[in-house]
């Protein structure tokens, strides 16, 4: 069975870009060669619901390397590059649901498609799979070993499932690895939102005075590079500590309210929703930029915008202008929905590398311990996040100090003290 997709004629183009990350990604490559040989993964049928960019069609293929069934849909409805939809389907026969811009009805549909193959495993990427299972699928349940969840918001979700006493089966939250968001959300997130909004617009960071809304790892990586690129900086964060950890790395943290005044271009990474309200659009400056880099698009009030906005029109692809009635203009970027997905190709394939190497380890782990976890949100692993460091050092061609024996004794003591 292959799936649905824009046009299958972009095939040749997709698998050449596919083939493109792939030389970026090593250490997926390397759990590939050795799962083509292995096959630890015969008899499993995985179910995966991601963005689908070149980056997670290398993690497809390596599943399927390990003698895994799989079957993508999309993540999100603008985060889908129609060419590795075709690619993944007729290059690779690896059944793909997935066409960019696609209606929410649609969405849904393909997420039932690829729960039509009966998974023992699902993934998810803001988990849309679990809440579809658990909401109307639930007779796949028996067969479920458990799932992965790619991203902050998804494990969010699933903790909140947890706590309610309805998560079903164990899921491992591939986001939680310190291989994961310490590098995917931080460096990832910093530099694609960046892309996304310069792909959007091509307009000059040096300068402006970008709000950053939320200091978690994709917003220190997001503030981090803006500030690389000459603008002024201002970070909202809502946690102590993180707002302390902001001003101690040199920003100027200020509520949403004081900011939305000052701001020329805003990003929320926040996970959270109705951070940019109907009160703060109210007070921007004519021209601000809003963008979301979040994995819903609930972080800004788009609805609300539209509803105190007395006209709006397509300025360039992805830019909607929103005049207000004294005649400021607001231009918003993709929607609301991610930015670095939908106006940009999301993280590069170097740092996705990681991300999917804890993603298929994950799944292995998940196959070849049945019956060990319970219904609860686990993280990856430790070995396994390490494992992941080591491979990536290594494909790096970079060699680390290691401990003398003088120096595994001295740690491992209590007595020598001053
Ligand atoms: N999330 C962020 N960037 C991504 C990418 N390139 N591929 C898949 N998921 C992503």
């Given at each position: 069975?292959?799936?649905?997709?824009?046009?299958r004629?972009l095939a040749?183009?997709g698998?050449?870009?596919i083939e493109?990350?792939?030389q970026?990604?090593?250490?997926?490559?390397?759990?590939?060669?050795?799962?083509?040989?292995?096959?630890?993964?015969?008899?499993?049928?995985?179910a995966?619901?991601l963005?689908?960019?070149?980056?997670?069609?290398?993690?497809?293929r390596?599943?399927?390397a390990?003698g895994?069934?799989?079957?993508?849909?999309a993540?999100n409805p603008?985060?889908?590059?129609?060419d590795?939809a075709?690619a993944?389907n007729?290059?690779?026969?690896?059944?793909?649901?997935?066409i960019r811009?696609?209606?929410?009805?649609t969405?849904y549909?393909?997420?039932?498609?690829?729960?039509?193959?009966?998974?023992?495993?699902?993934?998810?990427d803001?988990?849309d799979?679990?809440?579809?299972?658990l909401?109307?699928?639930s007779e796949?349940?028996?067969?479920l070993?458990?799932?992965?969840?790619?991203?902050?918001t998804?494990?969010i979700?699933?903790k909140?499932m947890e706590?309610?006493?309805?998560?079903?089966?164990p899921?491992?939250a591939?986001?939680?690895?310190?291989t994961?968001?310490?590098?995917?959300?931080?460096?990832?997130?910093?530099?694609?939102?960046i892309?996304?909004i310069i792909r959007?617009?091509?307009?000059?960071?040096?300068?402006?005075?970008?709000?950053?809304?939320?200091?978690g790892?994709?917003?220190?990586?997001?503030a981090?590079r803006a500030?690389g690129?000459?603008?002024?900086?201002v970070i909202?964060?809502?946690?102590p500590?993180?707002a302390l950890?902001a001003?101690?790395?040199?920003?100027?943290?200020?509520?949403?309210?004081?900011?939305?005044?000052?701001?020329?271009?805003?990003?929320?990474?926040?996970?959270?929703?109705?951070?940019?309200?109907?009160?703060?659009?109210?007070l921007?400056?004519?021209?601000?930029?809003?963008?979301?880099?979040?994995?819903?698009?609930?972080?800004l009030?788009?609805?609300g915008?539209?509803?105190?906005?007395?006209?709006?029109?397509?300025?360039?692809?992805?830019?909607?202008?929103?005049m207000?009635?004294?005649?400021?203009?607001?231009?918003?970027l993709?929607q609301?929905?991610?930015?670095?997905?939908?106006a940009?190709?999301?993280?590069p394939?170097?740092?996705?590398?990681?991300?999917?190497?804890?993603?298929?380890?994950s799944?292995?782990?998940?196959?070849?311990n049945?019956g060990?976890?319970q219904a609860?949100?686990?993280?990856?692993p430790?070995?396994?996040?390490?494992?992941?460091?080591?491979?990536k050092?290594?494909?790096?061609?970079?060699q680390?100090?290691?401990?003398t024996?003088?120096q595994?004794?001295?740690l491992?003591?209590?007595?020598?003290?001053t």
């Amino acid at each position: 069975m292959l799936g649905s997709c824009k046009d299958r004629t972009l095939a040749a183009e997709g698998k050449r870009r596919i083939e493109w990350a792939d030389q970026a990604m090593p250490v997926l490559a390397s759990i590939r060669e050795r799962w083509t040989v292995e096959q630890p993964l015969q008899g499993l049928r995985v179910a995966a619901c991601l963005h689908v960019t070149t980056e997670t069609a290398n993690l497809m293929r390596t599943l399927a390397a390990g003698g895994a069934q799989v079957s993508l849909c999309a993540s999100n409805p603008l985060s889908t590059q129609d060419d590795v939809a075709a690619a993944l389907n007729e290059a690779y026969k690896l059944p793909t649901f997935a066409i960019r811009g696609e209606d929410t009805s649609t969405y849904y549909e393909h997420l039932h498609q690829v729960l039509d193959t009966q998974p023992h495993i699902t993934m998810d990427d803001g988990a849309d799979l679990v809440n579809t299972v658990l909401s109307s699928r639930s007779e796949l349940i028996p067969h479920l070993l458990g799932s992965t969840e790619e991203t902050t918001t998804g494990v969010i979700r699933l903790k909140a499932m947890e706590a309610h006493g309805k998560l079903p089966f164990p899921v491992i939250a591939v986001n939680d690895a310190l291989t994961k968001h310490m590098f995917d959300n931080r460096y990832g997130t910093g530099q694609s939102t960046i892309d996304g909004i310069i792909r959007a617009t091509n307009t000059l960071l040096a300068g402006t005075t970008f709000v950053v809304v939320g200091y978690g790892w994709c917003g220190r990586g997001l503030a981090m590079r803006a500030k690389g690129m000459g603008a002024h900086v201002v970070i909202v964060e809502v946690d102590p500590l993180k707002a302390l950890e902001a001003v101690m790395d040199g920003y100027v943290v200020m509520p949403m309210r004081d900011a939305a005044q000052i701001g020329d271009i805003f990003v929320t990474v926040t996970g959270n929703k109705h951070v940019i309200d109907v009160p703060h659009f109210e007070l921007m400056k004519d021209g601000a930029i809003v963008a979301n880099s979040g994995h819903f698009d609930v972080e800004l009030n788009v609805k609300g915008l539209n509803a105190i906005a007395v006209s709006k029109r397509e300025v360039r692809h992805e830019v909607e202008e929103f005049m207000l009635s004294d005649g400021r203009r607001i231009r918003l970027l993709c929607q609301g929905r991610l930015v670095n997905l939908a106006a940009a190709e999301g993280h590069p394939a170097q740092v996705m590398d990681m991300s999917f190497a804890n993603q298929a380890l994950s799944v292995h782990y998940i196959y070849t311990n049945p019956g060990r976890l319970q219904a609860k949100v686990y993280p990856v692993p430790a070995e396994l996040d390490k494992e992941v460091a080591r491979l990536k050092l290594q494909a790096m061609g970079i060699q680390i100090e290691v401990l003398t024996e003088e120096q595994i004794a001295y740690l491992a003591s209590y007595d020598l003290g001053t």
